[in-house]
């Protein structure tokens, strides 16, 4: 089975008992319940957080559960990377958003009529931040729920990369580490390591 190798295999994987324990103290109830009141299940379809300590999909958890729900502090975050006029929230009335599959199937991937799932058998962004841009247009628009009579435009490539430039730095402010400090390269961030 993939990702079925023992903890002494992996000294970057917690042993599964205490992946939980991946989401740090200020993340994990809400990350937790975030995932639970939407039905969303963990990365390789698992019900709990991985226990890959390299695992992009709680790094960002770790970073943004916390203030999912501060606006202040999301623009902080991402100022001089993402063009945040205001943020805007999701249909669920969170400013942030986990697992977002996108609101149609644009790589057709829904098999057979099936609707998708969030975080299991679609392509998934692991974290994702509406917001009016300085040019008063929606990025990532939603067409449900969306409160702003702003035009809507896809989200660029260029936004996209800023903002995962943004989760980067954001991690590396969490965790203490410097600009110059490179992150280890996620070796199995897709499949948890032991689970």
């Not at 917001?131 to 996209?160: C, F, H, I, W």
């Amino acid at each position: 089975m993939l990702g079925s190798r023992s903890p002494a295999q992996h000294d970057h994987c917690l042993p599964p008992e205490f992946s939980a324990y991946n989401l740090l103290p200020d993340s994990r109830e809400a990350a937790l319940a975030f995932f639970n009141d939407h039905n969303i299940p963990w990365q390789a379809g698992e019900i709990q957080p991985s226990n890959n300590l390299v695992s992009s999909q709680v790094q960002c958890l770790n970073v943004l559960a916390p203030v999912m729900n501060d606006a202040a502090v999301i623009v902080q975050l991402f100022e001089g990377v993402l063009p945040i006029k205001s943020v805007l929230p999701w249909p669920d009335g969170e400013l942030v958003t986990f697992e977002w599959i996108g609101e149609a199937d644009y790589l057709n991937e829904a098999r057979r009529g099936e609707p998708r799932t969030r975080g299991a058998r679609a392509t998934s962004v692991d974290v994702a931040v509406r917001y009016l841009n300085n040019d008063d247009r929606v990025e990532v628009p939603s067409s449900s729920g969306s409160t702003s009579k702003a035009p809507t435009t896809p989200n660029s490539v260029k936004a996209t990369r800023n903002a995962w430039s943004a989760i980067e730095l954001a991690t590396r402010i969490a965790t203490g580490r410097s600009a110059a400090t490179s992150f280890p390269t996620p070796t199995c961030s897709l499949i948890p390591c032991i689970n």
